[in-house]
């Protein structure tokens, strides 16, 4: 089966601090931090000028949950059933996966509709992928070293 694994949930808020400690609080570690943005972001998720704090948490046992603060554009409390990414509360769920190409074939057959995809920084090809009911999943294939 070409699916390896979840890597992590995504959940875009308005309070990142306030979030990020509830999630410590509970148990996780923070794994990492970082702002992005830029094009290439923008291509991948379906949004334009797009920069964003995220703060990757984990489990002790390595499921991740992100969370994202958009800063441009600004994050949306409420919306239509297809929300764009940037709609407070959980938004996509990421799968790291072999064949993303045969994959994203087989879920665009299926009625699955492509949000965007991209390379990053030669590590890892991305596609974001927007399926029943509004859910977006994000598949994840690691490129060779």
Do not use: C
């Not at 409420?78 to 996966?97: H, S, T």
């Amino acid at each position: 089966m070409p699916i390896k694994r979840m890597d992590n949930v995504l959940i875009v808020v308005d309070d990142l601090e306030a979030t990020k400690a509830f999630f410590l609080e509970l148990g996780l570690k923070v794994e990492g931090e970082a702002v992005v943005e830029g094009p290439a972001v923008g291509a991948l998720i379906g949004l334009k000028d797009v920069k964003a704090t995220l703060v990757t948490l984990r489990t002790p046992d390595g499921q991740g949950v992100e969370l994202d603060k958009f800063h441009t554009p600004s994050a949306i409390r409420f919306g239509p059933e297809e929300a764009p990414v940037n709609a407070l509360g959980m938004r996509r769920i990421m799968f790291a996966v072999e064949e993303i190409d045969a994959i994203v074939s087989r879920m665009l057959a299926h009625g699955a509709q492509l949000i965007g995809e991209m390379n990053y920084e030669n590590t890892y090809r991305l596609a974001y992928i927007r399926g029943p009911e509004g859910i977006i999943v994000a598949l994840a294939e690691q490129l060779s070293a």
